[in-house]
Structures are given as C-alpha cells and as structure tokens.
C-alpha cells in the first residue's frame, strides 16, 4: 500500500512539474534574432535616425521596425522578416521597383554578435543585393550631416492669437515628391528659455493617424494632411518634461506665438515645463534584452536624461516602476552584482523568476546606474508590477509596449 501510495505521489508531481511556464511560454520581449532573414530599407549609425527613418516608412504604410546589428555596428530598419530567403529576395525586388527604398537589399543573418550569454560564436551573415544575388561588402548609411539647433529667443511669446498669412508660408517639395510646407517647432525650457531636444509628431486629426515625427529647432518640411478640414494636432512628448498639444490647421496656422519668420518658415513654439509631483512618465527609449534585466545600448540617451533630470532639482524623489508582457515565469537574465556595464549581456547570469522578479530587476539595474552616477539612494524607490497592469492584450500586435518602465515623481 505503502508502494502505491509513493509511486501516485511521484505521479502527481510529475505532472504538477510539467505544466510549470518554461521561459518559451512567457510572453515577452520580441526575440533580436526571430527570422533569419530581414529585408532591410536603410542602415543609421545613429539610432535616432532610424526612428525618424522608421517613422516616415510608417507613414507610406510599411510594418517597419529598426534594430541594432552589432555585426556592422549600425541600425537597420526593416519591413520584412521571414526564414524564407526566396520570400525576402522577392519583397526586396519589389521594393527596389515599386518604392521610394530603390536600393533595398536583404540581410541574412543573426543581429548579435552573440546568441546566447555563454558567448559563443557569431552565425555567419551577409548582406545580399537582391537583383544580383551577391554580397554587399560595404553597407552605406543614411545618416543626414548634423544640423545645428537655432538658438531659442528669449522674449516671450505674444499672448493674443495672431493668424498667419498662407500666402507667406513657403511651399516646398518634400524630399520623396509630395508637396510641403517648411515648419520649424521651436522647443525650449519654460524656467531659461533653452532649447531642448525632441521631436514632435502630426497627427492628422480627420484621420487620426499619424502623419510622421519631426526634429524640434531644426527646418523641417510637413506634407499638406489633404484632408476635409486640414486640422493637425502636434504633439511633443520629451522625457522628463510634460507633454505638450497644439492643434492647427494647416493652410492657415495660428495660435500663441505662431509666426513665419524670415525664411519662410512657419515657427510653432512648444514651451516646455519639467514634471510636477505625481506625473508618471514613460520611458518610451528605453530598451531591454529578451527575459533580461539589462539595458540595450540605445537606451542610454534617456537614462542620461533621467540622471540629467535629477541632477538638476536635487528635490526631486522618484519611484521607478517595472512593467512586462504578462505574468507567467520563465528564464532571468541579470548582470552580475559586481558589474558595471548597464547595456550589455556579458557575463550576464540565467536564472529563473517570476514576471514580477523580472520587472523588479529591471528597475533595479535603472536604480543602480543613477547611483554609479551619484545620485543618492535614499532619493529613488522601486515599485515592481510583473503583468499585472498592461496597457494592450498580451497577445496584440502592440504587446511589446507592455514593457516599459516609467518614473513617477513623488517630491520637487
């Protein structure tokens, strides 16, 4: 009876033991190296290029996604995924004759230099010519010489609201054909009236879709939305400062401090105010590997951010919260204690933990890179939510923003 009773036993916890969440069933970040071909559009040396890059893609109706290939050292933005190599040649192609992308190519190949943590060996890839079918040993980027911001003025914008006149808003041709108008969205610091560095994105109101994202303090050019009342809503969203709204209409902008200046150059100003106590931020650029608790390389702009935040109202106390793509367990990835490199997966150690453990630690790597760089602990707290408060379906094809961290400010 006794034999029974310890073989039914063993029988129970084997099955108790398989229905255990493997790493596989949580649903997470998107794997770096999904497919093993991607059919490529343009290659940036600078990340935000290739947000900008992907941005205008989206506006011509492309699923276009950007990431890191470390073997080439250089962002690609792609359309297409696939294991199919024919399937990714034949979009290629059609691209090349039917788009703007005329020299599309596709890349086989793994993104990482190194497919797991224990470091091995990186898979072979290429970059592919699609009509040729031949190696492309030289990749040229599509990086755009640096422009310099204008400074910003420091008189204050006229209160009433004054029209501007369309007949002195200079009509360009935008750089792939549709006819445009020069903007230029002035973004500065409400407390000194320096300019700040962001981007503002269109939205064409009728539509409600996005029209594209645009360069503050620099001469951009902005498609006519050819809508029924041409409204436009503008929208700047920069880390560590309350987001800003202006909606105009477009052959006749106007507003507070709306004025077309010497270039022709319609000017909208975007005054922007650091967070008050209990705004929650998201930190929308900050990136993190598959099932890791460790930053990607892209992520340090807005961290700086957040220490520059910091640094400059010694008041402000914060509580960082950690959010994932559902709430089962799987594999961790963390750095070891003693490390001091926040955008890397060497050394990095496998675990096993629970979604919440996972969020945790993804707060605390952000926690531990404002103390390496003298912030006080006493001024942060860690608040770790696993899955439990997605803002899409774990399973929608929006799920990826699930995982996120955001800031809230408890003191100024």
Not at 87 to 95: D, F, N, S, Y
Not at 294 to 317: A, D, F, G, Q, W
Not at 338 to 357: N, R
Not at 394 to 409: D, F, L, M, T, Y
Request: proline residues 4%; hydrophobic residues 35%; aromatic residues 8%.
């Amino acid at each position: 009876m006794k034999t029974l009773r310890f073989f039914a036993l063993v029988g129970i916890f084997s099955v108790l033991y398989t229905m255990q969440p493997t790493a596989a069933s949580r649903p997470d970040q998107v794997e770096l190296d999904e497919f093993q071909n991607y059919v490529v559009i343009g290659a940036f040396k600078y990340y935000r290029n290739a947000v900008r890059f992907s941005d205008h893609a989206h506006a011509l109706s492309l699923n276009a996604k950007y990431e890191k290939n470390s073997v080439r050292n250089l962002y690609y933005v792609y359309v297409l995924g696939t294991n199919d190599r024919n399937v990714a040649i034949e979009e290629a192609k059609r691209l090349r004759a039917e788009s703007e992308f005329t020299d599309t190519w596709v890349y086989s190949g793994s993104f990482n230099k190194e497919n797991n943590v224990s470091g091995t060996t990186a898979v072979a890839s290429a970059d592919i010519n699609p009509v040729t079918d031949q190696k492309i040993e030289t990749v040229s980027t599509k990086d755009q010489p640096a422009e310099t911001a204008p400074s910003v003025e420091t008189t204050t914008p006229p209160a009433q609201e004054t029209p501007v006149e369309t007949s002195t808003a200079k009509s360009a041709e935008l750089d792939n054909g549709v006819a445009g108008k020069n903007f230029l969205f002035k973004l500065y610091r409400a407390v000194d009236n320096n300019a700040v560095e962001g981007d503002v994105d269109a939205i064409d109101v009728d539509r409600t879709r996005k029209m594209g994202s645009y360069k503050g303090n620099a001469p951009v050019k902005v498609a006519d939305p050819l809508s029924k009342t041409d409204s436009v809503l503008l929208v700047c969203e920069v880390f560590g400062y309350r987001k800003v709204q202006r909606q105009i209409n477009y052959n006749s902008p106007q507003g507070e401090g709306i004025e077309v200046n010497g270039e022709g150059e319609v000017v909208v100003p975007f005054e922007l105010m650091r967070l008050k106590k209990g705004d929650i931020a998201v930190m929308y650029n900050v990136y993190f590997y598959k099932d890791a608790a460790i930053m990607r390389p892209e992520s340090r702009y807005e961290v700086t951010s957040l220490l520059n935040m910091l640094n400059e109202n010694t008041k402000y106390k914060i509580r960082i919260h950690g959010h994932t793509n559902g709430g089962a367990s799987g594999k961790i990835i963390s750095r070891p204690k003693d490390s001091e490199d926040f955008f890397s997966l060497t050394g990095a150690q496998e675990g096993i933990g629970t979604a919440k453990k996972l969020s945790e630690e993804r707060g605390q790597i952000i926690f531990d890179y404002l103390v390496k760089n003298g912030i006080d602990p006493s001024r942060m707290q860690i608040k770790a939510w696993g899955g439990k408060r997605p803002i899409h379906d774990k399973n929608s094809s929006r799920a990826q923003e699930n995982v996120r961290v955001e800031i809230e400010i408890l003191e100024e």
